[in-house]
């Protein structure tokens, strides 16, 4: 059964950091694009960062030159390193990926920063 496990969301200060992990089990992980996405309230869930098998990132322009999302294949886990946060950054974070026409998504952490 596959499952993916988001970790370190939490409370922080705008201009601080938070690391996001996301640990995936029951799937052929290191085949996989992983994503980032965020869903704020009241709004429509949005794509924050990608990343491809072969590591190569992708980032919405929100987030760009602020997020940096990378993956260790070995541990089954992707990361999102998220700094100089901003309150409009606050959203719940989902990580997901696509396989045989499915989409898989964790549960979720929530990012909040305060002003």
């Known amino acids: 059964q596959v499952q993916l496990v988001e970790s370190g969301g939490g409370l922080v200060q705008a201009g601080g950091s938070l690391r996001l992990s996301c640990v995936v089990s029951g799937s052929f992980f290191s085949l996989n694009t992983m994503n980032w996405y965020r869903q704020a309230p009241g709004k429509q869930r949005e794509l924050v960062a990608s990343?491809?098998?072969?590591?190569?990132?992708n980032y919405a322009d929100s987030v760009k030159g602020r997020f940096t999302i990378s993956r260790v294949n070995a541990e089954n886990t992707v990361y999102l390193q998220m700094n100089s946060l901003k309150p409009q950054d606050t959203a719940v974070y989902y990580c997901?990926?696509?396989?045989?026409?499915?989409?898989?998504w964790g549960q979720g952490t929530q990012v909040t920063v305060s002003s």
């Open positions: 997901n990926f696509l396989r045989a026409g499915r989409a898989y």
């Open positions: 990343i491809t098998s072969n590591g190569s990132p």
